[in-house]
């Protein structure tokens, strides 16, 4: 009889483990199919799919414009590589660390999510997604030889053409 109670206890709580473990590992899939869908979007530049995966608080932020973490996101289309390193969840909670690589420098935001009374899980925060200020300094330098090159190119294009001249003129001598 001992025995049989026993196996018994053993054997619903060895169910009850195994259902907290796929409960787990469903919710996990989940939040990572929702950022997933939300950072597709907002590679591809889709303001459509990044406001549905949006929670109405922070939709609300963005339309009245105090969403300022966004703008950068919903404006245009990014080029960059990514990968979700790391969830956790706690009960209707949800934080997913990402890992961006964008022109060799790394950018790890953190993506919060937030279960709707649906069992929806939607973001609710971002955090962590500023551009590395080295890349801003690449795309300046870019910037900076691409016009000193186009500028070399239209005084060799203008060369020997009665009249015309072209004159360097910098930002500093602007400011002078």
Known sequence: MVRKLTTGVLFASGLWLVA????RWSDNREVAQVVTSF???VKRGDKDRILD???PRLRALNERGEAEQLKPLIDGKLQ???QIHHIEISRDRAKAELRINKDGFMIKPVVY????PTTVWKVNALEHIEVDPRWNDLQQARSLTRGEKLAEELGDSLNGIPGAS?????MQDQQD
């Open 80 to 82: 960059f590589e990514y």
């Open 166 to 170: 072209v004159q360097r003129i910098t």
């Open 20 to 23: 907290i473990g796929i409960q």
């Open 39 to 41: 950072v597709d979007a």
């Open 113 to 116: 999510l937030q279960r709707s």
């Open 53 to 55: 995966s949006l929670d």
